[in-house]
């Protein structure tokens, strides 16, 4: 037997994107049906980086999702570079009047699922999409809960929320590969650490042993990361060679301690050629995939999101489709300005494996350009800390 779901919005995905989506809808009295393959604790569990600018923050405190009182002791006002042996400051509140929150993805997750959850429309876990076709009164999101049964969710629009291997691009573009994408030669070794923090606030660094990241997750817990080959075989170093590595790039002690988790990720930048077929739209990491450098991927789903429900309130409310045709070109306007700033972030601090004693010259002039007048700090801590949003009618 198939089980039949009909919804206003069936939403392929339960990531940062789908569960927002869907509660921004709910507000404005629209349903809609999430559904993800994962089981709550998975997606849960599974931790994440994560920081979110203002503006994110306010959605989610605004429209009840995380409180205040959550986000605030998680509050980063700004950022170190360092490089050429020295140590420089962004100080975001001064230079932009906002902070960033250190915010990470599971946490936000938790939150999202608790307010879905309390709003009683708890998201369908264990059903895996196949594929969205065209159903008699609309898209259709069809595949397999966890039992082995098959379901159909009959909607009127269906959004896919669902990551950088999301199925409901082939429903909108025939490919899930369609798009404009960029490889880099190069990736980050993650550690989690079990140990204090080393720094009050994250340090990028570049020098000519390459890029390393110093960031946490809590009082007790670190992330740290360093440039690799994005080939390299995980277990390949010791723990002594990854805290050479990271020590290596930055001015101050590292405080070490039991490293419990290792990993290597890979980079590229993407962007999905098309986001909308019909009444198909895509959203967060099926949309674009950004590297993880300044860590714009979730305010940049929190982006599409918000035009999303825009130009859907819009059609509920008056039939109108017009915000639905304009969607895909409101939302890349911030998709490709987060795409720059990600390779932007990256190439700046990353030692490209051919790079020439020029290269290397004109990459430490550019930060010193970015970090001695104010003027290049400001243009650094406005990207950082996120622009305004442009479609602000979330509320
Ligand atoms: C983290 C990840 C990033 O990509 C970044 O720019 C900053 C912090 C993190 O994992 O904490």
């Known amino acids: 037997m198939t089980q039949k779901l009909r919804t206003q919005v069936g939403i392929v995905g339960s990531g940062p994107a789908g569960l927002l989506l869907a509660h921004l809808l709910q507000r404005a009295g629209i349903d809609s049906i999430v559904i993800d393959p994962r089981t709550r604790e998975d997606i849960e569990g599974t931790v994440k980086a994560g920081i979110l600018e203002s503006p994110a923050v306010e959605v989610l405190v605004e429209t009840g999702v995380s409180t205040r009182e959550r986000v605030e002791p998680m509050k980063h006002d700004g950022v170190e570079f360092h490089f050429d042996g020295q140590a420089h400051r962004f100080d975001f509140p001064k230079l932009t009047g906002k902070s960033v929150y250190l915010f990470p993805q599971h946490e936000v997750l938790k939150d999202q699922i608790a307010a879905r959850i309390r709003d009683g ?10 594929k969205v ?10 595949g397999k809960n966890d039992t082995g049964e098959a379901f159909e969710i009959e909607a009127d629009f269906v959004v896919g929320a669902d990551g950088s291997a999301s199925i409901t691009r082939e429903y909108v573009t025939g490919s899930k590969t369609s798009g404009f994408f960029r490889e880099y030669p190069f990736g980050w ?22 890029f390393v990241l110093i960031s946490t997750r809590d009082e007790h817990i670190q992330r740290m990361y ?12 010791s723990d002594e060679q990854i805290w050479d590595k990271l020590q290596a790039g930055v001015t101050s002690e590292l405080k070490r301690g ?12 993407y962007v999905h050629n098309s986001l909308r077929k019909n009444r198909v739209l895509l959203a967060g990491d099926a949309a674009h995939t950004v590297p993880p450098t300044g860590a714009k991927g979730l305010n940049l789903a929190v982006s599409d999101v918000l035009w999303a429900n ?30 720059h700033y990600s390779y932007m972030m990256t190439t700046m601090l990353h030692l490209a494996p051919e790079a020439s004693e020029f290269d290397k010259q004109r990459q430490i002039a550019e930060l010193y350009m970015y970090t001695q007048s104010e003027a290049g700090q400001k243009f650094i801590a406005e990207g950082y800390v996120g622009w305004e949003y442009g479609a602000d009618d979330w509320r």
Not at 201 to 210: A, K, Q
Not at 226 to 237: G, I, K, L, R, T
Not at 310 to 330: C, I, P, V, W
């Open 121 to 130: 429309v708890s998201p369908l876990f264990g059903y895996t999409a196949e």
């Open 133 to 142: 076709v065209d159903g008699p009164n609309g898209p259709m999101i069809v």
């Open 189 to 210: 070794y993650g550690i989690l650490v079990e140990a204090p923090p080393s720094s009050e606030e994250l340090i990028y660094s570049r020098s000519d042993d390459g």
């Open 226 to 237: 360093f440039q690799c080959d994005p080939n390299m075989d995980v277990n390949s170093v």
């Open 258 to 269: 039991n490293i419990f988790r290792k990993d290597v990720l890979k980079f590229r930048s």
């Open 310 to 339: 825009r130009a859907l309130r819009e059609f509920y409310r008056t039939g109108s489709e017009h915000l639905l045709d304009s969607y895909q070109e409101d939302a890349y306007k911030r998709i490709w300005k987060a795409a």
